[in-house]
């Protein structure tokens, strides 16, 4: 390829050397250098990529985009004087959005050949992105899916690094996904993504903000609030139709600076009907009500009516309120795509997200879940949301990471206290601190509440001790690891699902039950 036919979407300056020339590939970590590659320097969180301008030339590059200056760097890199000339530098403003733009050319623009969704929110974009996939896979389209949990394209998944992967890797895994047959992409938007120019260059044809609360707010993350805040509204300017959460305490500042064609969905957990409602204000396009939480021997989730633009009734098999709003999510956007409700309510209700509020085991003995909430703010969301489902008793099984915040040991600590009838406390990943240490500063917050709770340090052990000694009606959470397939010891990952182990002690109980 000519490097000019990359150059259509990008603002630069030539610095030296001429843009038709042979361009194969475009990279941003000096380590995969070599002739034809394009290198693009960008200034990183930990690392300025600039310095890294003599290796690349050293290993073959020729064509350098750079956001400053770089003759101390071309002194340094050993090439003759003639060699020097025939290196392309390119200047630019923002070389993190240059790579978006270089990349969409490089692969062929494939966003544009797929219905581009995008969902971002603090909590519930991993589970509204896959309830949409299942949807949409139900009415019979191929659908792409890019989140927390990986690329997905049909029964392929491959790992990555973030939520949002960077722009290079996403144009890559679009075209991949256009060149399967894929129709749509639906994929997690994190404000990082969309501060860190991931997303630059791609319009969405659908937008979904979930909600807001304080989160990845740090030295390498967002300053403060409003930054964050200001990073999650940039989807809605950058959609064509947008879909926000009324139940948002953040809804009416969101709202006023969209600039997409905006719809709004609403819970109404009180079971008060749209019609009922005061102001204009509390009105939403998508409105879910009568709600009831269902625990039947093999089906634990809810039901609802969705009235508004859009109307039909929901079984959906997946617990807990905001998981309502999720689905209510997931079926707003879905009824702009001229789906069959059939369709969508099967899917809903054999929907399963991995590791999301996902059932592994319901039978009159007892129901175990697995949730990847991880944090204070999602752990009491989740226990109170469970208690709806008025458990026998409600068992919560986690631990916390190793060589992390020690805030979230007592705010998790004080949670379970508070929330649980029974806290057994257990190793998530420990890293490089004893598992030991970890769960005696839960225990420091843990026994203020006066909340009853256990130790079994060993994961395993943890989980088959609840199993084993469950009572009828008891309900067991099992928290903190959700879709992770590992468990971080000494800087090691072992092999760990927890989902798997639920499923061996299931099996042990049957045979046990059998003799
Ligand atoms: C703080 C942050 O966002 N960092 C992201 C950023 O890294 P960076 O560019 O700052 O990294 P750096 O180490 O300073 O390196 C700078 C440049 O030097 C290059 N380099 C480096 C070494 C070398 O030998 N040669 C070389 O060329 C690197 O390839 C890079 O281009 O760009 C990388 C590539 O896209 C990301 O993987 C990385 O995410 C890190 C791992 C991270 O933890 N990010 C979190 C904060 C994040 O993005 N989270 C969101 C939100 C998740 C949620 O909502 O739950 C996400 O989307 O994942
Ligand atoms: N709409 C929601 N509101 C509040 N909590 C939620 C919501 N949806 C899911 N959760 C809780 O948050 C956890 C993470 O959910 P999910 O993975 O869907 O969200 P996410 O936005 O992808 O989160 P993360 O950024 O932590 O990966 C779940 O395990 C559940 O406990």
Same mark, same amino acid.
């Given at each position: 390829m000519v490097l000019s036919n990359w150059l259509n979407e990008l603002e630069y300056t030539l610095i030296q050397g001429n843009t038709d020339i042979q361009a194969d590939e475009i990279i941003y970590d000096s380590r995969k250098a070599g002739p034809g590659t394009v290198f693009v320097a960008m200034t990183g969180?930990? +690392?300025?990529?600039?310095?890294f301008i003599p290796d690349v030339l050293k290993a073959g590059t020729r064509i350098l985009v750079t956001e400053r200056s770089v003759e101390v760097e071309m002194e340094a890199c050993g090439l003759t004087g003639e060699e020097k000339k025939q290196v392309t530098i390119l200047r630019v403003s923002d070389a993190r959005r240059a790579l978006a733009l270089l990349s969409a050319a490089r692969f062929g623009y494939p966003a544009k050949k797929l219905t581009m969704i995008g969902v971002t929110g603090t909590k519930g974009k991993t589970t509204t992105t896959h309830m949409i996939k299942a949807i949409l896979e139900a009415a019979g389209k191929k659908v792409g899916l890019i989140g927390t949990t990986g690329v997905v394209i049909g029964d392929h998944v491959t790992p990555t690094m973030n939520t949002t992967p960077e722009s290079y890797e996403l144009h890559k895994a679009f075209a991949q996904m256009a060149e399967a047959g894929c129709t749509h992409a639906v994929m997690e938007v994190s404000s990082q993504g969309i501060k860190m120019h991931r997303v630059d260059g791609i319009l969405f044809d659908y937008g979904i903000f979930t909600n807001i609360s304080p989160?990845? +707010? $740090?030295p390498d993350e967002h300053a403060d609030f409003e930054e964050y805040l200001y990073y999650k509204t940039r989807l809605l300017t950058n959609c064509r139709v947008g879909l926000l959460n009324a139940n948002d305490g953040h809804a009416e500042a969101v709202k006023k600076t969209a600039s997409c064609e905006l719809y709004t969905y609403r819970v109404d957990a009180d079971g008060s009907e749209e019609g009922e409602r005061k102001t204009e204000e509390e009105k939403a396009d998508f409105t879910a009500s009568h709600i009831r939480y269902v625990s039947e021997p093999d089906f634990v989730g809810t039901k609802f009516r969705i009235s508004g633009k859009y109307e039909m009734k929901v079984r959906l098999g997946i617990p807990g309120l905001f998981n309502v709003e999720n689905a209510m999510a997931a079926v707003s956007l879905c009824s702009f795509l001229g789906l069959g409700r059939e369709r969508i309510s099967h899917a809903l209700e054999h929907i399963r997200v991995n590791g999301?509020?996902? +059932?592994?085991y319901t039978s009159s003995r007892c129901t175990v879940l697995v949730d990847y909430a991880h944090n204070a703010v999602s752990m009491e969301s989740l226990l109170k949301t469970l208690r709806d489902y008025h458990p026998r008793r409600l068992v919560c099984i986690f631990g916390c990471g190793g060589n992390r915040s020690k805030d979230r040991r007592y705010s998790m600590g004080e949670i379970g206290g508070r929330l649980a009838d029974l806290s057994i406390l257990t190793a998530d990943n420990s890293r490089y601190e004893k598992t030991e240490d970890i769960i005696a500063d839960i225990r420091g917050s843990i026994e203020k509440t006066g909340g009853k709770f256990m130790e079994i340090p060993d994961r395993r052990e943890a989980i088959r001790y609840g199993i084993l000694n469950a009572q009828p009606g008891d309900m067991i959470a099992v928290i $903190?690891? $959700?879709?992770?397939?590992y468990q971080e010891i000494d800087g090691v990952r072992h092999h760990f699902l927890d989902r798997e182990v639920i499923e061996e002690t299931v099996k042990e109980l049957g045979e046990k039950e059998k003799e």
């Open positions: 969180t930990r +690392i300025d990529a600039h310095c989160d990845h +707010i $740090g999301r509020m996902e +059932i592994v $903190g690891k $959700g879709h992770e397939d």
